[in-house]
């Protein structure tokens, strides 16, 4: 039998963003295709409790069993580049209607579209630091879900073969449709990428990097009831990377005749390390610049 169920309905999940790093590579002309793919399994269980009139409240945490990502990137000059992309995703279904469905997934969908922009304030050529930032919007197709603006620093650090970035950023939740006279749930979230990565060849590379994200900064936004009730849905992953680099032969880059264009691939698995993280998780990128 059906129960009755207080709805997640537009609510601001936790926001998890795909798990690659911001750089602070950029030249006029420059042009790079990105496959940013991933794989979730072993899932945490949906949080299900009874309120005082016998309807059902359930968590408003963010899952996903698959996650396609294709971006295209461009350089401006050497200080700007932007980026365009999809996101085709298999989540968790919102709003399971009755708690027999509360563990279920809706099914791979084009999900968002974002754009986003970076500039470079220090570049970084050889060994030595950078320092840029980026700015990103990103929001669901069907507008029912809240957008994104995620802002914060690319930071970069290479010494000989070792490497170390960081991409800190705060996130804001905005728009989407919401019940009647319910306030929306304009909350900040703060996200973080991390990757140490030591370079073995120009062909091969390991890195160790880390990917999460923690609700809801302070008492920003407004609290659904089902948050009040579950409270935040901290994600947080960690895992080695396994990249290889190849020179394509189709044509030079745009930077200079004397340099190929470039396939890159990255494969790790990320481990969760939080009771609301899926415990596993896969990762594919495969980028090609030229």
Known sequence: MCVAVISPHAAAEPFIGQFELKTLESAPGLLEFQSQNAWAWDQPRRRIATDEDGAVIMDENALFRERYALELEIGWTSRVKMRFGIELENERIDDPGSSTFANEFEGLRLEEIGAEIVA?????????????????????????????LILGPIIEYQSGPWFFAAVPALVRAFGGKREQDEPRDDKWDFAYALQLMHRFSSRWALALEGYGTIERLGNTGHRSEAAERFGDSDQHRLGPVLYFAHPLTFGPRQRGEEEAATLTIGLGLLEGLTSHTADHTLKLSIEVDF
């Open 120 to 148: 470079v304030l220090v570049p970084r050529d050889e060994d030595g630091a950078g320092l840029g930032v980026v700015v990103e919007v990103e929001g669901p197709i069907d507008q029912e879900g809240p957008n994104s």
